[in-house]
């Protein structure tokens, strides 16, 4: 049996996002006979202890600010250290950032490094500088990202973020819905509607909370749930703004915020639910919404890149205008108002996702790239982009 060949991603954050989801979900079914795992965190925090979990070796650095170049440099020469001690023969950057510093460190290493990118980016000087750093291929998670980057001249594939439906189910499993009532004083007796996602305005909680107050009268027997706290230091003043706003609407007892939950409660939550809603403004991909519908729990969203690859109208949820408030709120009332509905689209949501949108799917594919980056025998001579 030949010897697994030694990969590492590098993550720029030591929390645990939508993106650090995305790979740890491929870590957690990459082909260990294939492959073996580590990952570079360049500052600390508790993503470390996750990837543990996980039987993924960890190396942490220091925190580090990318305005403080010496630093920079300085992270990127230790990655390059760390690949040539461990052996690593494939480096994966997590991010647009990361690719900085794992594009540059794979370069100055003599190794291939592929590219995982999560957005389209604004225009700038140090866009233009991340961009000109080499890599071997580009990962995109939808079809507007591999649009952009193959415009900029990458060898670029769409590769969809994964969802685990075991995991997401055993997680649930452990959480019933009067234990974790009581644990966020929630009120049992009412139907659950679901918000998941950091707080941060464009994911648009504020909307929901408005579209909350015009749907209770139509479905006075509804509780909302707004899942998650600020995320990287990002617009901490945001919460205090929706828990007013939620007072000023005449919520307080109807909407419970639960800051950020651990990865099994926030599966519980959603299964607990009658419907999740995630009205982004902008969005990729959209985790929540795949991670509900593994669930069998129908979505209302808006109408932005992700989810409108994700939903299927009238079928598997609801996509309404992006930024239409009024249309939320008819939606929900109309989603509601239909139990029968609600179970049809959650279980057609169910398959979909599991067909398209599973965690094998995305991990296999990105063994594939790793194969033709590295020039493993039996790999293909190219990965068209698609």
């Known amino acids: 049996m030949s010897t697994p060949v030694p990969i590492a991603w590098v993550s720029c954050v030591g929390e645990k996002g939508g993106a650090e989801t995305l790979m740890m979900e491929c870590l957690r079914v990459l082909d260990r006979a294939r492959f073996s795992p580590e990952v570079i965190q360049l500052r600390p925090g508790p993503l470390e202890g996750l990837l543990r979990d996980l039987d993924v070796r960890v190396h942490v650095l220091e925190t580090h600010r990318m305005r403080e170049v010496h630093k920079v440099a300085s992270a990127i020469l230790r990655v390059r250290s760390i690949a040539r001690e461990r052996g690593i023969r494939l480096l994966h950057s997590n991010g647009f950032r990361a690719h ?197 729990v129908p979505v209302v969203a808006y109408a932005a890149v992700g989810p409108a690859v994700i939903l299927i109208p009238g079928e598997t949820g609801w996509l309404v205008p992006v930024g239409d408030e009024s249309k939320l709120a008819t939606t929900l009332a109309e989603a509601l108002a239909s139990p029968a509905r609600l179970r049809e689209f959650g279980a057609a949501g169910r398959i979909r996702v599991e067909r398209e949108f599973g965690a094998d799917a995305q991990t296999r594919r990105t063994e594939e790239i790793y194969s033709m980056a590295i020039g493993l025998p039996n790999a293909g001579q190219t990965v068209p982009n698609r």
């Open 100 to 296: 900085a510093y794992g594009g540059t460190a794979a370069a100055l290493a003599g190794i291939p490094e592929v590219w995982t990118t999560h957005t389209v980016e604004q225009p700038g000087w140090s866009t233009r500088a991340i961009l000109a750093i080499p890599t071997r291929h580009v990962l995109a998670n939808c079809p507007r990202t591999r649009d952009y980057f193959v415009g900029q001249g990458k060898p670029t594939s769409l590769v969809w973020p994964g969802v685990n439906r075991a995991v997401l189910e055993a997680a649930a499993a452990k959480c019933g819905r009067a234990m974790l009532a009581a644990k966020y004083g929630i009120d049992p007796a009412r139907r659950w509607i679901t918000v998941g996602a950091r707080l941060q305005r464009f994911k648009g909680q504020d909307h929901f909370l408005r579209a909350l107050a015009r749907a209770l009268p139509n479905a006075p027997d509804i509780h909302g749930i707004v899942v998650g706290g600020s995320l990287f230091g990002q617009e901490n003043e945001y919460q205090r703004e929706l828990r007013e706003l939620a007072a000023g609407l005449g919520l307080s007892d109807r909407v419970t915020f639960t800051g950020f939950v651990p990865d099994a409660d926030l599966a519980g939550l959603l299964a607990a639910s009658s419907l999740v809603v995630h009205p982004a403004m902008e969005e990729d991909f959209g985790l929540t919404v795949a991670e509900a519908q593994t669930l069998a």
